[in-house]
């Protein structure tokens, strides 16, 4: 079997897709296309590439208020949000991890701080401070509230696998794994020594948050450790 391994077949194969222009595009699995006319809240340091005429800027410390300046200053850096404004191609990526898009249709989710990638401007968010977790977990864990309608793009180490969850099947899951759930669902965090030593192997192994009522939760075959800004 003969194959070519010429620079112009590989830039065949791995060239941007000029044909699409939604306004969120997956050009790879890994990589998000956000074609930019208006502005974006995205990651800080998700940029990859850009092209065209756009500024970026990073997120002001009064634009959302004192209340959102307050809790920012207990979640570290990973909640940190730029916005980009103009018009062009923007590639969007987060340390290779998988990217989802979902379209809230004035629904509401939640989605860990890490795994958030980016999302359009109109749609409503909060930093969430898992207060009762902190001393349990490295660096705590903080989440984002994301409610109105729009698009999301979330991040996952591989491929994300969601969970339902009814009355009568509340869910466990582990911290480190656990992505995003929907928006109503209110997790408790539960501490099992008797699990200690089955449920996970980050730091905080015997900490499980435990969901209840009706929705969903989207975990991530892996564990991400966080570390707040004072332990980097």
Known sequence: MKHNYSIDEFIRQTKQDESEN???????????EVNLNGDVWAKMGS???????????????????IGKMFKKAFSGEGASLMK???????????????????????????????????????????IKLMKKVAGMMSGGLFNIRLEGRGLV???????????????????????????????????????????????GRGSGESVQMKFSGEGFVIVQPFEEVYYSQSNQ
């Open 22 to 32: 939604d306004y969120f595009e997956l050009e790879t699995p890994r990589m998000l």
């Open 47 to 65: 940029m990859i590439s850009y092209n065209g005429s756009i500024r970026f800027e990073r997120e002001g410390i009064l634009e959302h208020g």
């Open 84 to 126: 980009a404004d103009g018009n062009g191609k923007l590639y969007l990526a987060d340390q290779g991890k998988k990217i989802t898009i979902l379209h809230l249709n004035n629904e509401a989710i939640t989605v860990n701080g890490n795994d958030l990638l980016a999302f359009e401007p109109g749609i409503d968010w909060d």
């Open 153 to 199: 793009a979330i991040t996952s180490h591989y491929e994300p696998l969601t969970l339902l969850v009814t009355p009568d099947q509340p869910v466990m899951t582990d911290p480190n794994a656990t992505v995003a759930w929907s928006g109503h669902l209110q997790p408790e965090f539960k501490t099992d020594v008797t699990l200690k030593s089955f449920f």
